[in-house]
């Protein structure tokens, strides 16, 4: 079965970074999209960033691009999201999503998410 675990969240100041990892297992992914969202309380889940396992097709919500870098290691089975310049309003639960296939928004696997919170 799949499983993804995120890991890599907490509390960061404006302006600051933060690296996201998602351990990924049970496959070998070699045909999967990768992707991450984000969800803040109330609000419905939201696309940040997507790329295929191979290492291409990456992607990015408007309102993180420039400042988000997503990754992959296939050794470590292990997708990153390199979060710069974070502001307040990146504050969200993040989760590490896998689909077997090429869509970039519908996701079958999750992961538990990880806490980012942002502070003035």
């Known amino acids: 079965q799949v499983q993804l675990v995120e890991s890599g969240g907490g509390l960061v100041q404006a302006g600051g970074s933060l690296r996201l990892s998602c351990l990924a297992s049970?496959?070998?992914?070699?045909?999967?999209?990768m992707g991450w969202f984000r969800q803040a309380p109330g609000k419905e889940r939201e696309f940040v960033a997507a790329?295929?396992?191979?290492?291409?097709?990456?992607t990015y919500a408007d309102s993180v691009k420039g400042r988000f870098t997503i990754s992959r290691d296939a050794t470590l089975n292990t997708v990153y999201l390199q979060m710069n310049s974070l502001k307040p309003e990146d504050t969200a639960v993040y989760y590490c999503?896998?689909?077997?296939?090429?869509?970039?928004?519908?996701?079958?696997?999750w992961g538990q998410g990880t806490q980012v919170t942002v502070s003035s």
């Open positions: 999503a896998a689909t077997n296939g090429c869509s970039y928004v519908n996701y079958d696997y």
């Open positions: 049970g496959s070998t992914f070699s045909s999967y999209t």
């Open positions: 790329m295929r396992w191979s290492g291409g097709g990456k």
